[in-house]
């Protein structure tokens, strides 16, 4: 059995976890500086054994899945002490710092720094589930700085859980992922919060919450652990993306104080065409 | 077999057509001014046979489903001719205008004003389809306005349909539902041009579409001539929201520009209790 260590038993790392220990090849390791998600993460089954930090330097494969403020910091620690074989690689939402932290670490070559595009709207070691990375793409950046046996045994290990790898440089990464995914959050919990300001009559969004209120706020459910520093460490790509949309929503509105029926109709079927591009994703993260 | 009819023959009236034909207990006619909508509610079995504006008035029920910008006075030509027991009503997402504008029709009390809270992204006849009313609330906008044998036949037809029935006065309703339906719309619509806009390497969207972007961005499907005039017909109320919406991005946007870990932090800790008021609801439509 190969030695598994995931520190951080969140969504992501629970995840993995759970489904890497059901393959039967690895012995799962886990450490999480909370101990509730330990106990958790053990009565789920999501880990085998609670493991110290000081334990790990011989594991075969480290998953880091911490907070991506915290990220960079703990994978230096970890590339401190690991063996000259060992994989490490983190799972977080921006990229570029994280590259930019590790890249002079006498040990960047057993890092693989990846981004798995998959998640649902909760956390903690509970909301970790089986299959959740199942034909999803995980996209890797800055792969030529890894040793090429550590990077061919993290695709063995992403295509073990059925993964698609796209290689990425960590910059246009984070760009991308601004509009894609962080600006999406910024949105939904907006709304969420519009909502609740105006709606102070809770029965009202309970009884209206149908055609497209709950799917459009879903993510407002999110942990705000994880999404503050995502947003602070990919700032710059997201107060541009936000800039974006805000104009496009009080262009919009103009739109309709000018009661410009024609307008708003061409703006809303061309956005249409997102249709086509979306078409065969599924929704279901 | 009673004679029912539908006036506009796209998502909702479809799916009424449908679903209630299959209950056996209606023979169900259809009228759209689109040949291509009548002969693909025929082909598809949405309705059994079309029907001519001249031959609607002796009807049992006749449900107008068409944009809300037309409802009004397609509403007073139906009960310009209809039959003392008809059962006139409609499924607009905005009431407080068609309420105003058939108030003083002599045939006032043949109508119920009606808003089903289902839909999906899809529209046309060929976006029919059954089950979509199941356990969906019905808004009924001034019942009192009806006669009662009339608005007790619409409650029968709408709990055949398993339907929850709320009664609310119309100016309430297009307040409510400008926040918790059409609100999510412009957002989610605005969110797909901005990510349209910036990211003109599609291929790039298609991968990086997980994490909540497909499911937030999904309303911007919607159809452009369903949704032009509502926004304009609920006009005051949706630019109010937008306004607190805007209001609350800007905000958000600040807390990132000073890195106020903690506000943001804040912020979304108290948006995530937008889940304990979902809680329960299905997120399907």
Redesign the interface.
């Known amino acids: 059995m190969e030695k598994l260590v995931v520190l951080g038993l969140g969504l992501i790392g629970g995840s993995l976890a759970l489904d890497l220990k059901k393959r039967g090849q690895f012995k799962v390791f886990g450490f999480d500086k909370n101990p509730e998600h330990i106990k958790k993460s053990l009565e789920l089954g999501v880990i085998d054994e609670e493991i110290s930090f000081s334990e790990i330097a011989d594991a075969d494969v480290i998953i880091v899945s911490v907070p991506v403020n915290v990220v960079g910091k703990l994978v230096s620690k970890v590339l401190d002490i690991v063996s000259a074989t060992t994989l490490v690689f983190d799972v977080g ?1 921006v990229k570029n710092e994280i590259c930019k932290e590790i890249a002079n670490h006498p040990n960047r070559k057993n890092f693989v720094a990846a981004h798995p ?3 649902t ?1 909760f956390s903690g070691p509970e909301a970790a589930i089986l299959n959740l990375f199942d034909e ?2 995980n ?1 890797i950046c800055e792969a030529d700085k890894a040793d090429w046996r550590i990077l061919d045994r993290a695709i063995s290990l992403f295509k073990m859980l059925n993964m698609h790898i ?1 290689m990425m440089n960590p910059v246009e990464h984070d760009r ?2 601004a ?3 962080h ?17 102070k009559n ?1 029965q ?19 942990s ?2 994880t ?3 995502i ?2 460490e990919n ?1 710059e790509n ?2 541009k ?6 104009k ?3 262009e ?2 103009e739109l ?2 000018n ?1 410009d ?1 024609e307008a ?12 086509s ?2 078409n065969g ?3 279901s ?1």
Chains 1, 2 share one sequence.
């Open positions: 939402s595009l998959a998640g709207e999803k793409v996209i796209k991308h992922i509009y894609v995914s600006l999406s959050h910024v949105s939904s919990f907006m709304l969420g919060k519009t909502v609740l300001e105006i709606e809770e009202a969004i309970f009884d209206m919450a149908s055609t497209g209120f709950a799917s459009t706020v879903r993510l407002a459910k999110s705000a652990n999404w503050t520093p947003f602070l700032k997201v107060i993306s936000l800039d974006e949309y805000i496009n929503l009080n919009f509105k309709i104080e009661n029926a708003l109709n061409e703006s809303m079927n061309s956005t249409n065409y997102i249709k591009i979306l994703i599924k929704e993260n």
